[in-house]
T-cell receptor, first 119, second 115 residues
Framework: AQKITQTQPGMFVQEKEAVTLDCTYD???????LFWYKQPSSGEMIFLIY??????QNATEGRYSLNFQKARKSANLVISASQLGDSAMYFC????????????????FGSGTRLQVQP | NAGVTQTPKFQVLKTGQSMTLQCAQD?????MSWYRQDPGMGLRLIHYSVGAGITDQGEVPNGYNVSRSTTEDFPLRLLSAAPSQTSVYFC??????????????FGPGTRLTVT
């Protein structure tokens, strides 16, 4: 069964510093996708970044990058130059390529990390 | 495009009442899902659909029914509300092209309280 583990319930970071949010996953499939979402206090789910299991390079999107270590089954989110607006819950999620037509179409989420950026 | 829309935004039910949470998307996405988010937790999958007429259960399906008669709409029915169903409900949609997994687009959520 798929599983996503986020071991940091809460993190603090100073404004303008970088921060790494940890995510480990478990799947028996070779084909899978890893996602990070941000959920601010307003409650919406905002997609940040995607990493495919066959992607050779780590994904980057602006100030977000994904430190993907396939052998260790980890997909850590790195936020560079933190801003006050980065304060939010961050969720790691996975969709695997299980060979069932319905099995690949929804996400399994971790429990999230609450990031607080301090001025 | 409106994206994924959900109604209502807030709802209070009494134990035993039934209701339908509405979800619609205008992006012609094949895949739609319902999740619930309890306080301090991640999202858990309730039901999902890979196309009109095709639905399947997720991790926590008990007490909920879905149907998908059109590509656009994916309503979630609570059959007999219980306090344990107090949660925030998110609907999401996505598509797939080849081997890439595309992100899910989420609606704004429905906050449901069952007393």
């Amino acid at each position: 069964a798929q599983k996503i583990t986020q071991t940091q319930p809460g993190m603090f970071v100073q404004e303008k510093e970088a921060v790494t949010l940890d995510c480990t996953y478990d799947t028996s499939d070779q084909s899978y996708g890893l996602f990070w979402y941000k959920q601010p206090s307003s409650g919406e789910m905002i997609f940040l970044i995607y990493q495919g299991s066959y992607d050779e390079q780590n994904a980057t999107e602006g100030r977000y990058s994904l430190n993907f270590q396939k052998a260790r089954k980890s997909a850590n989110l790195v936020i560079s130059a933190s801003q006050l607006g980065d304060s939010a819950m961050y969720f790691c999620a996975m969709r695997d390529g299980a060979n069932t037509d319905t099995g690949r179409r929804a996400l399994t989420f971790g429990s999230g990390t609450r990031l607080q950026v301090q001025p | 495009n409106a994206g994924v829309t959900q109604t209502p935004k807030f709802q209070v039910l009494k134990t035993g009442q039934s209701m339908t949470l509405q979800c619609a998307q205008d992006m012609n996405h094949e895949y739609m899902s319902w999740y619930r988010q309890d306080p301090g937790m991640g999202l858990r999958l309730i039901h999902y659909s890979v196309g009109a007429g095709i639905t399947d259960q997720g991790e926590v399906p008990n007490g909920y029914n879905v149907s998908r008669s059109t590509t656009e709409d994916f309503p979630l029915r609570l059959l007999s509300a219980a306090p344990s169903q107090t949660s925030v409900y998110f609907c999401a949609s996505s598509y797939s092209r080849g081997a890439r997994f595309y992100e899910q687009y989420f609606g704004p959520g429905t906050r449901l309280t069952v007393t």
